[in-house]
């Protein structure tokens, strides 16, 4: 089977190439991605597949019988693109101004399109069902969960979830896996410091809103340093700050917006409430007001011991197991999290890098595109694993 699918790949990869470059062109953000989400459709009905569109505003599905009952898997691919415009001078690059595929959602999706042509023809080799589940908004504002309470995960209930991510930090055609926390749970919050504003040359006049947001910055890393277990990751991060209008005049109020990481879901929960404490201790000394918006976002990333097992032997039989390696936890999000928290599975890393090469999000993004056939043999073995494992 393994050398059927390398060759169906061999024989398929011009084909899924194209279809990446095309979706390359039309890169839209998350919950817009209204050509995309068409484009998938399109290519799929056109392989006979029934699809189903409109899930999570602009999701798209597509279920697959296989030989009999079994297990039913779902195949995830994010299919949004970012506000950034694309400096990479492809022939192929980006016709809407401003916006880029620079994370390699675009490659995801042909991947997991060129899984779904193949396996359709494999379809004899595997029982149970695969669920392909072509899902917007990855990185803002999360089209997993939407999709997740429009019905996602039932009819047929999904036994387990599985998904990729082409990663330039690992060397190109690596396939890097990790069994428990692999990437941390993503929250944001924005705090509004209110004072008192007036003559810079008078702050016992004033409540001085930029003197307050100084010491939450500090304060707020000591819920890192001395509140958090020192061997448990953890990150607070203030990304912006905007205040003032002049040099000699104090503002009436600041805002702050910030994010924490954690690998630990426990630590998830508790986010709002060891941060609010510290916030109200400075405002309180430094007399002004305060507004703290916390938003939880993606829930920290955990895949199942027994299917990451699985998937190595998928990853050995795709790259040949001196390629496997173990992947490094990052405390980046992910919302593939969503579907590990209600099913077991496993989120994988396909090398991208080479010497030099762009980092993701960054406007000269790019990648060697014969790794789009590493994606999808390692799913298509993957597939057969699983569905073929007895005791999965
Ligand atoms: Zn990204
Ligand atoms: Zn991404």
Redesign the pocket.
């Given at each position: 089977m393994k050398q059927k699918i390398k060759e169906y790949v061999q024989t398929k990869l011009p084909g899924i190439i194209e279809l990446r470059r095309a979706l390359h062109k039309i890169p839209e953000t998350g919950f817009n991605e209204v050509k995309t989400s068409s484009f998938i459709a399109r290519t799929l009905e056109q392989a006979g597949f029934e699809v189903t569109t409109g899930i999570a505003k602009t999701g798209v599905t597509a279920l697959l019988k296989g030989n009999g009952p079994g297990k039913t898997l779902l195949l995830r691919s994010d299919i949004d693109g970012?506000p950034i415009a694309e400096e990479t001078g492809l022939p192929f690059a980006s016709t809407h101004p401003g916006f880029m595929h620079a994370?390699g959602?675009d490659g995801h999706i042909a991947i997991l399109l060129g899984t779904a042509l193949i396996l359709k023809e494999l379809k004899n080799q595997f029982s149970g069902q695969i669920k392909f589940v072509f899902q917007p908004a990855?990185?803002g504002p999360g089209g997993a969960k939407l999709m997740i309470e429009e019905g996602v995960l039932d009819n047929p209930k999904v036994d387990y979830a599985l998904g990729l991510h082409l990663w330039a930090s690992i060397p190109e055609n690596k396939i890097a896996l990790k069994a428990g926390p692999l990437m941390a749970a993503m929250d944001r919050f924005d705090l509004d410091i209110i004072g008192k504003g007036g003559h810079g040359a008078m702050p016992h006049l004033c409540k001085d809103p930029v003197d307050a947001a100084a010491q939450v910055i500090n304060t707020l890393q000591r819920v890192v340093s001395r509140q958090m277990n020192p061997l448990s990751p953890t990150v607070v991060t203030i990304g912006t700050i905007q205040g003032g209008t002049a040099f000699n005049i104090i503002p009436d109020k600041v805002h702050l917006s910030g994010t924490t990481r954690t690998l630990d879901k426990e630590v998830w929960k508790g986010w709002e409430s060891r941060l609010e404490p510290m916030i109200n201790g400075v405002c309180t000394a430094a007399g002004v007001k305060y507004k703290l918006d916390y938003q939880p976002g993606y829930p920290p990333l955990i895949n199942d011991s027994a299917v990451t097992e699985i998937a190595r032997q998928a990853a050995a039989e795709t790259v040949g197991s001196e390629n496997v390696i173990e992947a490094e936890a990052t405390m980046g999000g992910e919302d593939m999290a969503f579907y590990l928290e209600q099913v077991p599975g496993c989120y994988a890393f396909i090398g991208i890098g080479t010497p030099g090469c762009a980092p993701?999000?960054n406007s000269h993004f790019a990648f060697n595109e014969e790794v789009l056939g590493t994606g999808v043999k390692y799913l298509c073995n993957l597939v057969m694993e699983i569905s073929n494992a007895r005791n999965c």
């Open positions: 970012l994370c959602h990855e990185e993701h999000h």
